[in-house]
């Protein structure tokens, strides 16, 4: 049986014991899984990967067999799962083990994967998809943490921190939280203050690479990369800005062809367009046509996968498609 991630709530009122979360959305889904699952447990909670299950087939079933024996309840959460996990849910069905709760957490899978038919299909499992977060969703996400706070930020300031966040739900809490203990005896939130103490000046370098990419500002391309020495762990987070700013680009460029007015587009352009931003958005409209962005957005989803089989070559890869997609 399938969910949708909104309706998470719905959990609470269900009686099944094996969960699928899959999708690129770490932070929503270690939200869920902490509100739903881990708060307010009392049982035992244990914490595997996949390959442990695997290799430990035996042991692990009849540890859970003699657990139910006594039982007491249990929380499974198993991390990186692929088709292989398979095996453990016919054999949990099969045995039918009642007293004990298993959360699967995988990466994104597509519609012929055979463990996401199999939770689809079976009224007995419940799967949810985690897709990544839209800047909308995050603005109202960081609007919410604020209004909870009592905390006055501007929305120039929230729509800085959710631009730099980078789509990811995970950063932009670990950042939300950053500023709330800052500003703790505090009721106005500063965003030169703000720029100071989150990592966002670190991210900066990245978010102007993706600038340029959509400018096609070879030259500044050329700068930003000699001037910095990114890491292959900052592939995905390059990879992912692009992908966030290239989406909010092809919104903007199907709000202008319609209403013939670039200027208004921006003004009303929700979340708000920081002021800095607002010159470099029209540059990136001049540069691309619609059809152009559409192919682009696919073109950086691919490349995401690409990095992700070719880790230790990640950083070639993204260079030559930043470079190449300026041209």
């Known amino acids: 049986m399938i969910l949708k991630a909104y309706e998470y709530q719905k959990i609470k009122k269900l009686n099944n014991k094996i969960f699928l979360f899959y999708g690129e959305n770490d932070g929503y889904k270690n939200q869920v899984i902490k509100e739903i699952f881990i708060n307010d447990f009392d049982g035992n909670i244990e914490r595997f990967d996949e390959n442990e299950i695997l290799n430990n087939f035996d042991n692990f079933i009849s540890s859970l067999i003699n657990k139910s024996f006594f039982s007491e309840l249990k929380l499974i959460l198993i991390s990186r799962v692929s088709e292989k996990i398979i095996k453990l849910i016919d054999e949990l069905l099969l045995r039918e083990i009642n007293d004990v709760k298993i959360?699967?957490?995988?990466?994104l899978l597509d519609k012929k994967s055979k463990l996401r038919y199999l939770f689809e299909k079976d009224k007995k499992l419940i799967c949810i998809p985690f897709y990544?977060?839209?800047?909308k969703i995050?603005?109202?996400?960081?609007?919410?943490?604020?209004?909870?706070?009592?905390?006055?930020?501007?929305?120039?300031?929230?729509?800085?921190?959710?631009?730099?966040?980078?789509?990811?739900?995970?950063n932009l809490n670990n950042e939300l939280n950053k500023i709330s203990l800052y500003f703790l005896n505090k009721n106005k939130i500063n965003i030169e203050e703000v720029i100071k103490l989150t990592n966002l000046t670190e991210n900066y370098s990245i978010s102007e690479l993706a600038d340029n990419?959509?400018?096609?500002?070879?030259?500044?391309?050329?700068?930003?990369?000699?001037?910095?020495?990114?890491?292959?762990?900052d592939c995905i987070l390059i990879i992912r800005t692009l992908l966030s700013k290239a989406k909010r680009l092809l919104e903007i460029k199907k709000i202008v062809y319609k209403d013939k007015n670039i200027e208004k587009t921006i003004s009303n352009y929700k979340p708000q367009i920081f002021w800095k931003d607002k010159e470099i958005i029209k540059n990136q409209i001049s540069k691309w046509n619609l059809e152009e962005t559409e192919k682009l957005i696919?073109?950086?989803?691919?490349?995401?996968?690409?990095?992700?089989?070719?880790y230790y070559n990640s950083l070639n890869i993204v260079s030559d498609f930043i470079i190449n997609s300026a041209k």
Do not use: M
């Open 138 to 170: 995050l603005v109202q996400f960081a609007n919410n943490f604020f209004k909870d706070k009592k905390l006055s930020i501007s929305p120039e300031t929230i729509n800085l921190i959710v631009e730099r966040s980078s789509g990811d739900r995970a």
């Open 132 to 135: 990544k977060d839209e800047n």
């Open 213 to 233: 990419c959509l400018s096609k500002n070879i030259k500044k391309i050329n700068k930003i990369f000699n001037e910095n020495v990114f890491s292959v762990d």
């Open 103 to 107: 959360v699967l957490n995988s990466k």
């Open 298 to 310: 696919y073109k950086i989803n691919d490349i995401e996968i690409n990095i992700k089989k070719n």
